[in-house]
């Protein structure tokens, strides 16, 4: 067992054709479900770090796997669906004695843990969202279309793996590398002056090290080109669109923005449309998505379009804030993340 910076300890659970790597922190305090964290790409159970010691100290047991493919997770090289990373989660908590938990995720572990939700609801106690997605993939998600186009995410992450964390997180100047259309990531000129607010040295090393497996490089392709099969939403009904399909939107001369289909929001989950979780649920969002008309703290519930209306369409019992942050909220905005997370799993 291994202990980190923040306290947790480094464990390995053995499940059935996957051994899973997880951070655990806390005991747990008798009547109180514990809390699993589910991480984002490119990101591993690190990007919790905050949160788990945060609930810990308030009297929760929490837990933090690698998703497969990624951290110290075991990384198969084989097709990636949603199912199937539902199917990990749940063999986890059976291979660690969790019947019923609440759940925090971000990122791909949201789009993971609503398909826990969707299938296996009787697990989850309530369900935490930090700028995260459901089944709906909105129109300026550039990078969803750009997987898809076979090759490109194969040249640039096998040449720019270590670069492209160091932009994502270390703000790194991203000028030298690839723009469009063999890349869709838009990363700044790296003048802010060293490292972000919320990450030290140490964490960035250890998202680099992380990322610099190949076997991850290929594990992500398999979650974006395969895991997301996108359907374009129809009156007749979803209509499912090809890898090559989507290729060719993001591979559009002049631009993907020229596309028909572009302002299209494309559902990759329909067969779940239905689902209706019926227990507490709430979304902390990044201010940055509507603009300076938005503090944070603001529990307004968006609505609208395909994508903001997801929310109180799967969550009946859905409550939101607004963060002050772009996208990695559990770091950039720690404490207040920390704090809501605290308030909502109170109430429970």
Aim: aromatic residues 14%.
């Amino acid at each position: 067992m291994v202990i980190n910076k923040s306290g947790a300890s480094s464990n390995f659970v053995d499940t059935p054709g996957l051994r899973i790597h997880c951070m655990q922190e806390g005991t747990g305090t008798k009547g109180r479900d514990p809390v699993i964290f589910l991480h984002g790409f490119p990101q591993t159970s690190h990007q919790w770090r905050h949160q788990m010691k945060a609930l810990a100290d308030e009297g929760y047991a929490c837990f933090a796997p690698d998703n497969r493919g990624f951290g110290q997770t075991d990384k198969p090289t084989m097709r990636i669906s949603r199912a199937l990373l539902a199917r990990d989660v749940v063999r986890f908590m059976d291979a660690v004695g969790i019947e019923t938990a609440h759940f925090v995720v971000h990122d791909w572990g949201s789009i993971i843990g609503f398909k826990v939700v969707a299938d296996f609801a009787d697990r989850v106690t309530s369900y935490a969202m930090v700028d995260s997605l459901c089944t709906v993939w909105a129109p300026m998600g550039m990078h969803g279309y750009w997987f898809k186009a076979e090759g490109l995410a194969e040249e640039f992450y096998a040449n720019h793996h270590e670069a492209f964390i160091e932009c994502l997180f270390g703000g790194r100047s991203g000028a030298d590398l690839p723009s469009r259309p063999l890349s869709p990531w838009a990363f700044g000129d790296g003048t802010g002056g060293g490292l972000p607010y919320w990450i030290d040295q140490e964490d960035l090393d250890h998202y680099k090290a992380a990322f610099a497996d190949p076997a991850s490089h290929h594990a992500c392709i398999q979650y974006y080109r395969y895991g997301l099969p996108f359907h374009l939403m129809e009156e007749s009904g979803p209509r499912v669109l090809s890898e090559s399909e989507v290729g060719a939107m993001w591979l559009t001369e002049g631009g993907i923005e020229e596309h028909p289909l572009f302002k299209s929001y494309l559902d990759y989950g329909p067969e779940d449309n239905a689902t209706v979780f019926k227990k507490p649920a709430i979304s902390l969002y990044g201010s940055y998505r509507y603009g300076k008309s938005v503090e944070q703290g603001d529990e307004t519930i968006r609505t609208g379009n395909p994508f903001d209306d997801q929310f109180p369409n799967y969550f009946p019992k859905l409550q939101a804030r607004a963060v002050n942050g772009f996208h990695f909220l559990g770091e950039e905005a720690k404490d207040y993340v920390s704090e809501q997370l605290i308030a909502f799993l109170g109430e429970q």
